[in-house]
Structure formats: C-alpha cells, structure tokens
C-alpha cells in the first residue's frame, strides 16, 4: 500500500526540482547526484535517524526518499486502537511515499519493491543497479531478503545500528546495554550483507561512541542514539558522492555480547539471583515494553512499578524484618514496598499492580494482602513471599 501526504506534495516537487541542478554539471569521478533512498524502518529510532536526513535536503545529498514501513495494526481488546507506524506519520508530514509491508510476516518476501528501485524499472535484466540507489534500514525490525538486496549495489546498503559493533548485534542493542550496566554505547553505520553472512555482520563505514548516564531510561537513550545515527549517516552518504568512504571489517565477534529479542522472560523477576541494581536496569531498559513482574507466593503476579534501590536509612533490623530474599513488607518512610533481593540489597517500589487489578499505591496494595500471600508462619503482619517463575514458562 502507498501513503501520500497531499498536503505537502507541493514541498516534495520543490525538492526534487532542486536537486535536479546537480545532474546538469557533467560527470566525474565523484557522484554528482544525489542519492534516490528506500528507507526501510518502523519506530522512534527509525524516525530520528530520518530527520537527521531531512535537516540536509537542501544540500542535494539526496534527490527523493521512498519510506518502507509495517501497515496499521489493530491491538487493545477487540481491536478497538489502532498502532500506526510513527516513521509512517512523520514521512506523511515531510511528504513523502510511504509504503507498507504485508501483515502476515511470511509474506514479506513477496514484498514489491516501488520504482525506481524495482528490477522492472532497469533498462534491461541484466544491468547493474544505478549507483545513485541507497538502501537503508533503521530499526526495521525484519530481515531483508536477497532477492530485495539484490536491487542494490553492495556497497549501496546500509543499515544505521545503535551499537558499536561488533557489540550488540542483534534485535535490542539498546536495551541489552543498559541491563549490562554498560557505561559506553554507541551507533554503526554499516554495508548490510546477506544473513548467511551474520546479522549485522557487515562492514564499518563510520561509529561513534556515546557515554550513557547512570541512570537514563531506554525512550531518552534511544532519541540521543538515534540523532547521532542521523548525523552519521548524513556524514557516510557525503564521504559516498565524493568517493571518501573507507570500508573496515568488523573484528572479533565471538566474545562480543549479544543483543537478542527482548521477550516475556526478560521481565520475570528472580530474586534469588537478581540485585536490587540488575532490576533497576532491568527496568530502565525494557520497562517501554514489558513492566517488571514477580510473582506471588499465591501464584498471582505483581508488576513493579517505578523500581529504585534502596541505599540509605536501610533499617537495623531489616535481617530478620525480610528473612529470605524474595520477601518483602511495607515501608512507611519510603511509602514503597521493600523486598530483600541476591546480594542483600533491597528494592523498593511505590506502585504496584497485581494481576487482573489496577494500578496501586504499595500502602493501598499492602492493606489488601491476604494470608496467604505472606512467608510462611509469619502471622497476619508478616512479609509477604516472592517464588521463582517456573523454569517451563513460556517467553
């Protein structure tokens, strides 16, 4: 399906128009024209790196940009909203085409590249794709066939990656470096190779490391990332037209960590084996998407709200207060929950919400605890008990 923005059609022509100067000068060893781009991208990430792009259109670094994304998708019960891509919304306000993927992730192969990217368009089956053709994904979330990355010359893929690779390669670098507790991440602008290559194998056209604040949340790191990815990718694409760009292989990836699909179990809270710190992090990294969840001794689940380690005015008695990692009681001058995790470090949480219930204050959780949610022989004022997920969960 293709997505218009009528409404600034007008700015679009004006655009292409401009760039149009440069394909009179002549031809040289440098590339004159600008590059014609199919961006192929979904989310927040996705469109910082693309305003970066249109911030420079006026300077002829590209002549028109076509957008790929997924197509609207009904969620909520019933299907009652509506998601929308927003790199769709933001290319529909720039006035630009916009492109949709099928729904059903299978078909995705079949998937009919627009013009002038199309092997239809090409003057003849066996030429080579124009030189002035750039492939780019940020964030796309989908792996690109070949008969797709065929359209385009080698060294004209790229994909834009918020790591410094070969770190990370993978779904969520982002995520994955915060629950590391990495001080330093980064982004790649990469050659997007065939996947049995390696994910995220290709080489290095240009990095930037980025030093991460203790305490940032994935939403904020994800927008610093994705402007310094923009930029890149603005600077790859100048050094591209004059023929600077310089090509460096990947290193040694087999000790450098991974970055695989956050799923369901990535937010299942074990604390016999978490430090109040690892869920923080936790927290900060994946809570956009799934909240940290513990489970009850009486089999309900209880989502973590707004977690924070417990540092000072810890008390003296807090030993035999929480006896077990795993158990935990109201703490009036915190007005959080306090639960004693690995490590003997505690975590605190001021809202919580227990399965099928709403989302409370932990004092108003905390009245309404039952019996048998509390550690065992503990009486009706004791600490309520945390068990382990059961390892045959499914992600």
Known sequence: MIYRNTRTASTLVHIRAGSATSRNRGFSTKQTDGFKI???GRDEFSCGVLQQLLKVKAEEIWQDIHIVTQPDTKTGRRGSQLSISPLKLLAEDAGLIVHTIPHDR???KQFKVPPPFSSDSLSSPSSSPPSNHLLVTASFGRILPNSLLDLFLPSRRLNVHPSLLPAYRGAAPIQHAIIDGQEETGVSVIE???R???IDSGAILCGQPFRMREDVMFPTLRVELAKIGG???VTTLRDMLANKERRTPQSDASKAPRAPLITIRDSMVDFRSMTAEHIVRRHRAISHQKPMTALLKSGRTLQLHDPSVLRDNIPE???ATLPDTGTAIFHPPSKALLIRCSGNTYLQVPMVRQQDRHLLKAK??????KPEMRFFDSGADGPVQFVPFETSATA
């Open 38 to 40: 199919l961006f192929f």
């Open 106 to 108: 299978s078909q995705f």
């Open 192 to 194: 997007m190779t065939e």
């Open 196 to 198: 049995k290559k390696g």
């Open 231 to 233: 930029n890149l990718l």
């Open 317 to 319: 008695d807090i030993s």
């Open 364 to 369: 108003e959780w905390w009245n309404g605890v």
